[in-house]
């Protein structure tokens, strides 16, 4: 174990009194006789400290210029020893090896020492002549003793022998070797011996120093002293000496001390602790201080005499341990190297005037580290073909920690003092610039950190964070600028751990002096988390002194009179039975006026209330039932957690003192639902202890504060949502929507019997949408969507479902208008995002028109108006949700018309706003593995128009939608439009119109399939080309033998311009032989080389392509004849024009007759396709535009 160094005026006692092996030595105070008048250490620069004069010191003849540099020199050459001069064990007689004794001349000695074998050994070491010694102290030479059990010998070599040498140098060489120099018995006596043994410098000595083993053998006294530069360890084994086996190592040069012996006998083994003598020249030895000290006390000098102004403010010295950061952190917690510094300093900074302070830093290394990510992070053809950053699997995991290299030329480091205190542990206040490289005796960094994280930065970055905890000794001069601006530091920890422990009946010039220090801090420096801490020590200790106006004192500079809590229940009620009511009385009253928080106050009157009971005393009684009023009167901030004493004492004093003073307070609080809801179901559960005079007063305040709660209750109310993270900069904390505080102050309204006030709710939240006064984030459709169906419900679990049908309907209308809305920005100006009416949302609008008021609600909130900025997919699927919803069979008579004007403003609607340019054909894409275009052809879209016009009972409609198919779209031409669009649909619309029993004969269908016809063959048939080479020729073109002369005479044959042969260089080279014979014509061949085989690009020109595309051309317009039936049938359809018609699709050289506006010919009157509903065609109204 290592013992703690103290200066010289100070005596420590290491008595070892546990009895268990290993235990270490503790510390105790010797007899008065023994120690210095006054323990500088207790009372570290006390007020009589600032009293002593300062010895006048001569100027130093060649004092030091670097102070820094020669202050470290001087630690380094003189303390850096870290062990300890005497180290002592006991141990438990059962621990030990019995050493069998045998002295020659006497036999085997029995362990425990006997008194008669006390005496013979005395006998066997004079032979007889006791005349000479008067000591009392006699001894045998090691040639006569002789141990039976050889376990011993091992015992002291191994165990106890090296135990004792590791706790003397943590740092030796080698293990030393124990040699039996004597054995030494005291008898009583009064004498008192003393022992010192030279330090030998010589390079031949190999002695360490002595090793000393106590026998059991009972004794009294013999107290034994070590001293070694300054310090002095007391050591006392009589406790159960007879039971235990104790041992003692010092260095040479420790002189021993060890008085006479009260009674019995003290039988030790004394050996030499020798170092081996191929490491001699390593053998541990004691330091010499008297010159370290001595350079430090001409280093400190100097610095005092300095007048050059180049001298440090201040100095910091590395402490070589580590120690934590506690409340009874001291000098006296330092050890080893530490413990000797402050041991010799202490004493020159007394004499010099110095200060000297402990500091507790904490120093942060930030090292940037990398990586390489042998990943390939480029962009190329990834997965699947798509162009893009190319992943691998491995990609998305972290590379490890251990291939990440540290840029020590980029690290930063910060250092932070985060406590200073002084050599007595109290902790003071003062601003310490300091740095690593400013600390003298070593740097921070060198030794292991204490703590060691990792932190990604992204897959190739980090920063390694390395945290090191360490403690410095600083020193300055008394009366510099740095000492003035010392203050007192938090002593909240220091001051509260040392009352706590004291048990002193009144209290010492120190614990008043804390207590100050303490009551200062609360007053000025207020730390919340620690004020019940001292308000509990300080009432402790004031109990225990019996100071009443230090109590006051205390808990008025820490805020009890504001906050009751600080001393708790109990405290106030054990302040009472300590001091009485009459000293306590004004503070009690102050801390419950003073007090903000009436639960607090409550809670404390309930307390003393009860206290007053239990103790018999009627003035507190009485003091208490006042107090009850006046909290009533004045409340302060209430809460939903006080409404249980607030109805208790309320409720005791009837409905009028509710209404005429409790709820003005209450109302004028601005309290929401989340109080006023729990409040009154509190005063519903407790109508049974009002008196039967105040039920109609109550009833009457139950309306008053519902009316209230409605009035308080935002149009679209939100709550904060906190972060699950326990740390703000994971997740912050977030808003959302409360839709429910709406529902549960509805269903408030309806239990209470004030239905009414729902009307006041549903007006407030359409007041609030048309204003805009609502979170951007949550706009109104998503309350009504949460509320309609809740509320909905709920109404059907009422006994009135009626009157709320009549209260609600404008409620329900609002949702169908709020649900139908596109608006994308409010009516302040702010981004909103509308309801995507899925549906979800539309069964939701649905449900909400039932209670509105059915089809008519629907037709009365949906119109162009309202639903402008729908596409047609959405309207059409808002109106197939009508006509399942509302089967049209279904409804009273009366509102078929309403019906069938909703179904027919709907669908108009979504016809106009059908997006004409998804008739443009798309343009295919291609990737390496998959073909990617459009689902749905123009002829997909048309028809499915067409479908839904029938499906929903609107074919009238039809003659409008195909009016709005004939236009070409923006981007495109009346050619393409022809020709890829209306043509390729008619066979479509025709089959479509064979299922429903109609064919296109029928108008409008007739005249738009003439139209399509007309345009077909003027617009898209030219006059037929002739042709340039015959085909016969052609098919001549090419081997009989090869796979790719077929595909190129297919080729030459058709209306295609271009193909491609991806072939290696042979069949190349075969292909242009075959196509020499009609290069005349403008055929090319193009090699591309890009690509393994090449690629053979064939270019045909126009005069070859022209005959093949009016071919298709013309079986495309024969299709579309077809298409409306037999011959007959065509002239029937075509009229006039079937003649001009036929011959261009066929190929005759007649000249076309013009042809008519598509447009015009559609409009015309023709008979119609009768109706599956017949009245749904006889409305007798304008078509709508």
């Given at each position: 174990m290592e013992f703690l160094p103290h200066p010289i005026t100070e005596v420590i006692d290491l008595v070892d009194d546990s009895g268990d092996e290993g235990a270490g030595i503790q510390n105790s105070r010797v007899s008065a006789s023994q120690v210095a008048p006054e323990n500088s250490f207790s009372d570290f620069e006390s007020d009589e400290d600032e009293d002593e004069k300062e010895l006048d010191q001569k100027p130093l003849i060649s004092p030091s210029t670097d102070i820094k540099g020669d202050f470290?020199?001087?630690?380094?050459e003189g303390f850096d020893f870290d062990g300890v001069f005497a180290f002592s064990q006991r141990y438990e007689i059962g621990v030990t090896p019995n050493p069998c004794l045998d002295i020659e001349g006497l036999g085997t000695v029995g362990i425990p020492l006997s008194e008669r074998d006390a005496r013979a050994i005395i006998t066997a070491s004079f032979d007889g002549d006791t005349t000479t010694n008067t000591t009392g102290t006699w001894e045998i030479p090691a040639e006569k003793i002789h141990f039976a059990n050889p376990a011993w010998d091992n015992w002291i070599q191994k165990t106890t022998g090296l135990a004792a040498f590791t706790a003397l140098t943590a740092y030796a060489a080698a293990n030393p070797s124990f040699a039996l120099k004597k054995l030494?018995?005291?008898?009583?006596?009064?004498?008192?011996?003393?022992?010192?043994?030279?330090?030998?410098d010589d390079e031949s000595n190999t002695k360490i120093g002595d090793f000393i083993v106590i026998l059991p053998a009972t004794f009294e006294g013999a107290q034994l002293l070590l001293r070694h530069a300054g310090q002095i360890k007391s050591l006392n084994f009589a406790h159960q000496s007879g039971l235990s086996t104790s041992v003692i190592a010092a260095y040479s040069g420790v002189e021993h001390t060890l008085s006479g012996?009260?009674?019995?006998?003290?039988?030790s083994l004394v050996y030499d602790m020798v170092q081996p003598i191929t490491q001699a020249g390593y053998r541990p030895v004691l330091p010499e201080m008297q010159g370290a000290t001595q350079k430090l006390h001409n280093i400190m000098l100097s610095w005092k005499q300095d007048t050059s102004g180049t001298a440090p403010q201040f100095l910091a010295c590395l402490l070589q341990h580590k120690y934590a950061k506690t409340p009874n952190f001291s000098a006296k917690s330092l050890t080893g190297a530490d413990a000797l510094l402050v041991s010799h300093l202490y004493p020159l900074a007394r004499q010099l005037k110095f200060r000297i302070y402990l500091a507790h830093i904490t120093v942060t290394e930030s090292i940037p580290c990398e990586a390489e990510d042998y990943g390939y992070g480029g962009y190329g053809y990834g997965g699947y073909g798509r162009w893009g950053r190319r992943r691998y699997e491995y990609d998305d995991d972290d590379i490890d920690e251990a291939e990440f290299e540290e840029r020590h030329g980029d690290r930063e480091e910060t250092l932070i003092v985060t406590q200073v205190v002084s050599l007595n542990g109290l902790p003071v206040g003062v601003n310490l610039d300091l740095a690593d490289g400013d600390l003298l005796n070593g740097s921070v960094t060198t030794d292991d950190p204490d703590d060691d994280e990792f932190e990604r930065d992204d897959r190739t970055t980090a920063t390694r964070i390395k945290t090191y905890n360490r403690t410095v000794l600083v020193i300055w001069p008394k009366g510099s600028a740095k000492d003035l601006g010392v203050s007192v530091g938090d002593v909240y920890d220091y001051a509260c751990n040392a009352l706590k422990n004291s048990l002193t009946v009144s209290p010492t010039k120190k614990e008043k002096k804390l207590v100050d220090q303490l009551v200062e801090c609360c007053r000025t420096r207020r730390q919340e988390p620690k004020l019940r801490q001292v308000v509990q020590v300080l009432r402790e200790s004031?109990?225990?002194?019996?100071?009443?106006?230090?109590?006051?004192r205390a808990v008025k500079a820490c805020g009890v009179d504001k906050n009751s809590e600080l001393m708790g229940l109990e405290g106030f009620v054990s302040a009472y039975q300590a001091f009485g009511w009459d000293a306590l009385k004004d503070f009690y009253t102050d801390a419950m006026t003073n007090d903000e928080s009436n639960a607090r106050r409550h809670a404390l009157l309930a307390r003393l209330t009860q206290m007053a009971v239990d103790e018999e005393d009627a003035e507190v009684s009485a003091w208490c039932k006042d107090q009850g009023d006046c909290i009533l009167r004045s409340l302060s901030k209430i809460d939903a957690a006080q409404i249980p004493w607030l109805t208790d004492l309320g409720l005791a004093r009837g409905g009028e003192f509710l209404r005429d003073v409790i709820f003005p307070q209450l109302h004028a609080q601005k309290l929401d639902k989340t109080f006023w809801i729990p409040f009154i179901r509190q005063i519903q559960l407790r109508m049974a202890d009002i008196p039967s005079t105040s039920a109609t007063v109550v009833q009457g305040l139950i309306v008053q504060c519902v009316t209230e709660t409605v009035r308080t209750l935002p149009a679209f109310p939100t709550k904060v949502v906190k972060s699950p993270y326990p740390y703000p900069g994971l997740a912050a904390d977030r808003e959302e929507k409360d839709s429910g505080a709406t529902l549960e102050v509805i269903k408030l309204c309806i239990d209470t019997k004030n239905e009414a006030l729902c009307g006041e709710i549903s007006t407030k939240m359409r007041d609030a949408a048309s204003r805009g006064t609502y979170s951007s984030q949550f706009p109104p459709w998503l309350y009504y969507t949460e509320l309609s169906p809740a509320l909905i419900l709920y109404m059907q679990s009422v006994a009135t479902p009626n009157t709320l049908d009549?209260?609600?309907?404008?409620?329900?209308?609002?949702?169908?208008?709020s649900l139908a809305s596109t608006a994308r920005v409010s009516p302040t100006g702010n981004p909103i995002t509308p309801c995507p009416l899925n549906d979800s949302h539309k069964l939701i609008m649905m449900s909400a028109a039932r209670k509105a008021g059915g089809i008519s609600a629907l037709q009365q909130r949906l119109n162009a108006t309202t639903l402008k900025g729908h596409d047609s997919t959405a309207l059409q699927a808002l109106v197939r949700s009508i006509v399942k919803e509302f089967p049209r069979q279904q409804l009273a008579p009366g509102a078929t018309q309403a019906y069938d004007d909703l179904v027919i403003t709907l669908v108009r609607t979504a016809i106009d706003t059908f997006d004409t340019s998804s008739l443009i054909p798309p343009l295919p894409t291609h990737t390496a593995y998959y073909y990617t275009g459009s689902r749905l052809s123009p002829s997909d879209h048309m028809i499915r128009l067409i479908q839904f016009c029938f499906e929903v009972g609107a074919q009238s409609q039809c003659q409008r939608l195909l009016l709005r198919f004939v236009p070409p779209p923006a981007s495109s031409t009346v050619v393409d439009h022809v020709s890829k669009v209306l043509a390729p649909f008619l066979p479509v619309l025709q089959r479509y119109l064979v299922s429903q029993r109609l064919d296109l004969q029928t108008e409008p269908y007739k005249k738009f399939a003439a139209a399509v016809i007309k345009s077909f063959?003027?617009?898209?048939?030219?006059?037929?080309?002739?042709?340039?080479?015959?085909?016969?020729?052609l098919?001549?073109?090419?081997?009989?033998?090869?796979a790719e002369c077929p595909q190129l005479r297919a080729f030459l044959l058709s209306d295609k311009p271009t193909i491609s042969f991806s072939r290696v260089q042979g069949i190349r080279t075969h292909l242009e032989r075959q196509l020499n014979a009609i290069r005349w014509l403008g055929v090319t061949c193009e090699t591309i080389r890009h690509g393994s085989p090449h690629t053979l690009k064939i270019t045909k020109p126009a005069s070859m392509t022209a005959l093949g595309l009016w071919n298709a051309n013309s079986q495309t317009g024969k299709t579309l004849l077809g298409a409306l039936g037999d011959p007959a049938t065509q002239m029937r359809v075509l009229g006039a024009d079937h003649s001009w018609v036929h011959a261009r699709i066929h190929g005759s050289p007649s000249v076309p007759l013009p042809l008519a506006n598509a447009n015009q010919n559609l409009t015309a009157q023709k008979r119609t396709a009768p109706d599956v509903q017949p009245g749904f065609m006889a409305v007798s109204k304008k078509p709508r535009q």
């Open positions: 470290g020199a001087a630690l380094e030494v018995i005291h008898e009583t006596s009064s004498h008192t011996t003393h022992y010192k043994e030279p330090i030998d012996i009260a009674s019995g006998y003290r039988l004031a109990d225990r002194w019996n100071d009443v106006q230090m109590l006051l009549i209260i609600f309907r404008p409620f329900f209308l609002d949702v169908i208008t063959a003027e617009k898209v048939m030219a006059q037929k080309p002739s042709e340039v080479i015959p085909a016969a020729q098919q001549a073109i090419g081997c009989q033998g090869c």
